[in-house]
């Protein structure tokens, strides 16, 4: 075998397995379950999308792609950022949501105690 072959093998071989880990993270994205797994899930299919780029390169000895590769990285680092910042405001708004909600049943509870009765209802 000569090393041109090992190098087309090697590189058919990491598209297969970059195209089945893309998959996989779709599923993941789709399936979820909550938030930061799809967020997860979206970087690493990023990730991957900028090794199949290398991988292209690679095969067909064309430098440009390399240059695709790293737009893609930088977009997706900021697309990571952008949503890690979202998911954090979004807990953030739903635990003070949580603290008012109590705070207006505390308020309710105590303005029904202090609430005379009238002494003919029995």
């Known amino acids: 075998m000569t090393s041109e072959e090992f190098l087309a093998l090697s590189v058919n ?9 893309l998959v996989l993270g779709f599923i993941r994205l789709v399936k979820g379950p909550s938030l930061p797994d799809r967020v997860v899930a979206l970087d690493m299919m990023t990730i991957l999308i900028v090794a199949f ?4 390169a690679i095969s067909t000895r064309d430098e440009t792609f390399l240059d695709v590769a790293l737009v893609m990285a930088l977009v997706g680092f900021l697309a990571t950022v952008a ?10 708004r ?8 109590k705070t207006l049943a505390e308020v309710v509870d105590a303005a029904d105690e202090s609430t005379p009765t009238p002494k003919g209802d029995a």
Request: with cysteine; proline share 0%; hydrophobic share 55%.
């Open 94 to 101: 739903r635990r003070r949501e949580a603290r008012l909600q």
């Open 13 to 21: 071989a990491g598209f297969v397995m970059i195209v089945l880990a």
């Open 83 to 92: 949503l890690a910042r979202f998911a954090e405001r979004r807990v953030k």
């Open 53 to 56: 780029c290398g991988l292209f």
